[in-house]
């Protein structure tokens, strides 16, 4: 038996999920870190594991679980396209029968669960900002789709539990997020151009850098996924994640270089397929329903990031592993 709320996280040796395990330790919560170390590190959660409420448990989520638990964080998936592009099969596995797998255990147990669902659902958008109910413009055949209808799929898969078993779901389409504990070889523009523009490289800008994206910072994304488990069973989502305020890619390298104070040059390098025009969050609805919005500008949390990156190569100069 067991009197504290336990939730479990998984993904929760990744960037975003180590934050959450973070937050429910100091709320008092018996925390349960499930994850296979595909993209997370231990590193992450080193500073976690002498919590007596702390319990890591290497596991695939492709395969089943049989475990205990109040609350069901679902974040088990590769989040950049480098690395979800490095198994693409693997990662729609991931979507498809990890969530299967973690729906199954929240059925059994009556428990709620949340999916850290994308802005990639709306794919190459044609509607600008994106609300809920613009259905996206996804490739399903391109180097994204294992992602994408991977996340999509999972979304249809939280529904179908909902409407055939009464599974209480949360989804949140989470918008790009950044912070400290990113990977830094995840290719995302945040951590390529702080890396880029710490070690005095090239700061390597994607076609024109016309192209627009919004930056949350992650403790504005965590303050919002609790309050979104925390809503009553009728509130399912999907709901918007994100920090409106959009930025394009060039002012963003400008932003780094000048924050770090770096001599690194700005180059220009073809853009990937698939990449989106422009992203942006319409929020209202979690104005609305979780009376959240982000609190954290982007000179704030870069300058946070920037902190962390810079001890990340200290380390690494030191010759400290980063496993
Ligand atoms: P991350 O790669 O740091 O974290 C993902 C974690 O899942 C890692 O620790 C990884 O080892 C683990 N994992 C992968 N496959 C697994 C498996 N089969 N079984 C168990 N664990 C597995 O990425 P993140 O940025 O923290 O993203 C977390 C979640 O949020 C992902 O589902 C991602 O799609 C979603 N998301 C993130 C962002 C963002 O901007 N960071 C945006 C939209 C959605
Ligand atoms: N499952 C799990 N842990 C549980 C309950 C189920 O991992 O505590 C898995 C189980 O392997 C199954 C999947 O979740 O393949 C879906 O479970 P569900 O009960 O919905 O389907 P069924 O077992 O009827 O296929
Ligand atoms: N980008 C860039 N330089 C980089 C990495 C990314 O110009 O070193 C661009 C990329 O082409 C995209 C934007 O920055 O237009 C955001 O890319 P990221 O991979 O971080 O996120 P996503 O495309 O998933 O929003």
């Excluded at 950049?80 to 929240?106: R, W």
């Excluded at 490739?139 to 909902?162: M, Q, V, W």
């Excluded at 995302?188 to 949350?216: E, H, W």
Aim: proline share 6%; aromatic share 8%.
């Amino acid at each position: 038996m067991h009197l504290l709320k336990r939730v479990l996280v998984s993904g929760g040796a990744g960037f975003l999920g180590s934050h959450l395990c973070e937050k429910f330790l100091q709320d008092g919560y018996d925390v349960l870190c499930v994850d296979n170390f595909y993209t997370g590190s231990k590193r992450n959660i080193a500073h976690l594991i002498n919590e007596p409420y702390f319990e890591i448990c290497r596991h695939d989520i492709t395969f089943p679980l049989y475990i205990e638990a109040d609350e069901i964080y679902n974040l088990a998936c590769p989040a950049s396209p480098i690395h979800y592009q490095n198994d693409p099969v693997q990662t729609t596995k991931v979507n498809v029968h990890g969530s299967i797998n973690m729906l199954g255990l929240a059925k059994r147990l009556n428990a709620k669960i949340l999916q850290a669902s994308t802005s990639e659902v709306y794919g190459d958008p044609s509607v600008h900002p994106q609300p809920e109910s613009y259905r996206g413009n996804v490739n399903c055949i391109g180097p994204r789709s294992c992602y994408d209808e991977g996340k999509r799929c999972a979304e249809t898969l939280f529904f179908d539990y909902h409407r055939q078993h009464k599974t209480k779901i949360k989804i949140a389409r989470i918008f790009n997020t950044y912070g400290p504990r990113m990977h830094p070889n995840d290719g995302r523009v945040i951590s390529n151009f702080i890396m880029q523009a710490l070690r005095g490289k090239p700061i390597s800008v994607y076609g024109d850098g016309s192209q627009t994206r919004s930056f949350c910072y992650v403790s504005d994304l965590v303050n919002a996924l609790v309050r979104l488990m925390n809503t009553p069973d009728d509130v399912t989502g999907p709901i918007n994640l994100g920090n409106p305020q959009e930025f394009t890619i060039l002012e963003l390298a400008t932003k780094v270089i000048e924050l770090i104070n770096s001599k690194s040059e700005i180059v220009f390098k073809p853009l990937p397929a698939d990449d989106p025009k422009q992203r942006k969050p319409d929020i209202t609805l979690a104005r609305q329903v979780l009376g959240w919005e982000p609190k954290v500008s982007l000179e704030k949390g870069l300058i946070k990031t920037i902190t962390f990156f810079e001890e990340l190569l200290s380390d690494l100069g030191s010759g400290k592993t980063l496993i």
